[in-house]
């Protein structure tokens, strides 16, 4: 009898360790299931991130985490499979897809304005628009005061985006001719908008470009050929340097990914899109 529940005894401790080490196994395998993982752009991070936040609390079958890292980024990581889907500030290029294949899917989710920003000072002294000669003649080093283009007597701080973001492509092309163009006249290179940002409003003699929800506090947007940077001039196409803002994915999406790019696309992500500074779709 003795030797009987010792046998049993024995069995159930080896059931409990067999159980426990399954679940051991399963659990995390079901959490990361249910992950979403959204990298890329940092000009479309705010709306993703508030949009995760909310998204993640309205239901409970999947947890999506957001990380930014440029657009080029973005991409490549969908495309390795290490993320589920890419925040881009542009289209997916003929050479990523030439790199990658064509199996990109392509969601809007926003858009946005490129806006030229300076300095208080630089505001202040009258310089509250500039053609687009005058600013790729700025990024190419050929005006390097102020007083050239109606400000103060002063050289021009230049600042640009980091190779890979999507806004440095989306800028060096439309003004400048080309996403591959030289910039011999910037002086600083900003990894992400907020940075951006930073720089200028440190600075008495800066100007730089970044999305237009960056705007305020110490950076002033300007006209850019007529036009400035606001709400109406973006949503009508007036502001030549408007863009739209896109999620992608690799192949058809997750059930996860999905049900993110559903909802940042529905009424709810819409509202967010325009609280963060964004014009929605």
Known sequence: MTIHFLLVGS?????VILLIALQAFVIPWSASASDV?????STVMPLAEVAAEEFNVLQKDYVVTVSAGGTGAGILGIAERKNDIAMASREVTDGERQRFGDSFEEFLVGQ??????????????GV?????????DIYSGN???????????TEIYVIS??????????FNEEVLGSGDAET???DTVAMGGAEVKTAISGSDKAIGYLGFNYLGNGVHGIAFNGFMPNYDNIKLDL????RHLYFYTFGKPSAGAQSFIDFVRGPQGQKIAAEEGFIPI
């Open 161 to 170: 985006r980091e190779e890979g973001s999507g806004t440095r492509d989306n």
């Open 184 to 186: 011999p006249g910037v």
């Open 239 to 242: 502001y030549e340097l408007h």
């Open 37 to 41: 993982t959204v990298s890329g752009s």
């Open 112 to 125: 946005d304005g490129i806006s030229l920003a300076v300095s208080d000072e630089v505001y202040l002294a």
């Open 128 to 136: 509250k628009g500039l053609s687009r000669q005058q600013v790729r």
């Open 143 to 153: 005006i390097t005061n102020w007083k050239e283009v109606g400000g103060p007597d």
């Open 11 to 15: 069995i159930r401790k080896i059931i």
